[in-house]
């Protein structure tokens, strides 16, 4: 099943609703590469409880998650995309890479430390040690290349570090992945405060659009969002507001910065804004359309992550068993 295109392993958590940030930023691009590489996409279940989780709610979020992935477009017949806390052998694997991860590497971790500033109350264990798991995530499928954000980096580099130290005390066990950031990746800033990533910790509510966010809501939002004083419509690292909503309408609409500054040219911040607006509106009208016909229907959505979570407990135990039987476990 796909195995001769490149391997890409993704993976998302559910741990609250989908930005248009995550949307623009990744998920566009998940979409796109299911032609060109062999995907695993993880629905990313057991990273979200370094962060106390309702039961309830997190049920609630992973069923929303999966309906609105395969929504976007995520297609079960090209793609692998599973439930990870349903596949053991990340957890398996997490383990063992523990005893292969060196404590002074995660102490430098910079996720480990804004994360424990944020939740002071609850520095677990598993926070510190959350690259291990990450890192079992790509080496189980062998992935040639992992889709990264900048902040991502260092995630993927202690991931690397970790295979090429197992490989080197074992022979060639994992393959080391490359990171690569795709094409079309667009950085989504807060509309309220243009200097930070769109974040669904926003406290600012107008800052951040949901997925699933009303057509009346997304342009309120829109309206609503910081520019500057000069009223003309050009692209500028000066001009963090403008250009943000400049990004964000060329995503959706395929224009190029070139064409949208023309097509805009005399016009006003007001006019622009309801525009960006309506586009988002009728880019995710079809994906939020499709999200409520697949969040109805149950069955569907088991029985494509039931052959979804056995494609991947079979593929990557070929790589534990490996691993297991290098370091001398007998079966």
Same mark, same amino acid.
């Given at each position: ?15 609250? +609703? ?17 032609? *060109? ?7 990313? %279940? ?67 430390? !804004?994360? +424990? ?26 992935? !040639? ?44 800033? +807060? ?66 910065? *070139?064409?949208? /500054? ?15 607006? /309506?586009?988002?509106? *009728? ?6 359309? /499709? ?5 109805? %229907? ?10 979804? %979570? ?10 534990? %068993? ?10």
């Amino acid at each position: 099943m796909g195995e001769k295109k490149p391997i890409v392993l993704s993976a998302i958590q559910p741990s609250g +609703s989908m930005t248009l940030g995550n949307y623009l930023g990744a998920i566009k691009n998940w979409i796109t590469m299911q032609d *060109e590489y062999f995907c695993f996409y993880a629905l990313a %279940d057991l990273h979200t409880i370094t962060v106390r989780q309702d039961p309830k709610e997190m049920r609630k979020h992973i069923l929303d998650m999966y309906a609105l992935l395969l929504a976007c477009g995520i297609d079960p017949e090209k793609s692998v995309f599973f439930i990870q806390s349903h596949v053991t052998t990340h957890a398996q694997l997490a383990w063992i890479l523990n005893c292969y991860t060196q404590f002074g590497e995660l102490s430098r971790m910079t996720q480990f430390k !804004d994360k +424990s500033r944020k939740h002071a109350d609850n520095i677990n264990a598993g926070l510190f040690t959350y690259p291990a798991l990450m890192a079992a995530d790509i080496l189980l499928y062998q992935a !040639d290349k992992v889709p990264v954000g900048a902040d991502q980096m260092q995630h993927l580099e202690i991931t690397r570090d970790i295979a090429t130290r197992f490989n080197g005390l074992y022979g060639n066990v994992f393959k080391i992945p490359e990171g690569f950031v795709p094409k079309n990746g667009a950085r989504v800033m +807060s509309l309220q405060n243009p200097s930070s990533k769109m974040s669904k910790s926003d406290e600012n509510v107008n800052g951040c659009v949901y997925m699933l966010d009303k057509p009346e809501t997304i342009m309120k939002k829109f309206k609503r969002a910081i520019t500057d004083t000069d009223t003309k419509i050009y692209f500028s690292e000066d001009k963090p507001g403008i250009s943000n909503l400049m990004t964000i309408y060329g995503a959706v609409t395929g224009n190029t910065i *070139e064409q949208i /500054e023309k097509e805009f040219d005399g016009k006003g911040y007001g006019d622009f804004k309801t525009a960006v607006g /309506e586009a988002v509106v *009728e880019h995710l009208r079809p994906i939020q359309d /499709e999200y409520n016909r697949i969040i109805k %229907d149950r069955a569907y959505m088991e029985e494509t992550w039931k052959k979804a %979570d056995a494609f991947a407990q079979n593929f990557s135990q070929r790589t534990l %068993d490996k691993v297991m039987k290098k370091i001398g476990y007998i079966k």
